[in-house]
């Protein structure tokens, strides 16, 4: 019998790349899991693929449902298919796989307990504390290499809970216009980052970034904390770890 082995994939934006394209690094990770003896499910993030929308980046709640239901459509495969599952379930990703796989954990112990068993967990650099560490980084003065994260977090910030009637109204001149364009998963991480400032909260109009310093209750505040994962004690063995990657986007554990 089969254990599932569901890989998260990291951070990107591009639609045309995720994992079920079979063309990208994190769906070569499906491959060679399949081929080493498991049945390896790896999710297209909503908005990703074939999937219509923009994509809601680092959405708690999207990411654990994309994965849930490929872990469905993984074992209903299975059955068509007369592959035996031993019943072992393993949850994995990086970067924003992290972040998803954090969340898949708490909405499968929370919701489907029942319905799948999980065996262990590993959650790595993921940014969890959306709210703290990330947000007070966010807000610093700190040069990242990879400024599109902000981009595009703020963007699902907007779009899902409102934070401001656009994107645009946030943004700086010039910005306001080059930016929303390019996130709408039509190009890659690299020519977003190439328009965008090293100190990404640079982009924003200084009104609105000063509101955010101050007001411990903003609306961006408050929908971070609706994605933040730093505080779940899962009931699955689960074990995080820290990378390189927290020298772009500050994460916690």
Sequence with gaps: AYEIRNCDWSSDVCSSDPPASGLSTEGLVGVIL???????????????GDSAGTHPFHHAASEATAVVDALRAGRAACSTNGVALSGQVFLAGYSQGGHATMATLR???SRHAAEFSITAAAPMAGAFDLSGVTLDDALSDRPVPNPYYFAFLLQMLVELYGVAPSLADVLQPTFDKTLPPLLDGSVDSGQVNAILPAVPNR??????????????????????????????APRARSEEHTSELQSQFRISY
Excluded: F, Q
């Design 107 to 109: 909405e499968i112990e």
């Design 34 to 48: 399949a081929t080493s003896g498991y049945v390896g499910v790896s999710a297209d993030y909503l908005g990703l």
């Design 203 to 232: 982009i924003l109009k200084p009104g609105y970034l000063a509101a955010i310093r101050s007001n411990p209750d903003h609306p961006v505040r408050r929908a971070l904390r609706d994605n933040d994962l730093a505080s779940r």
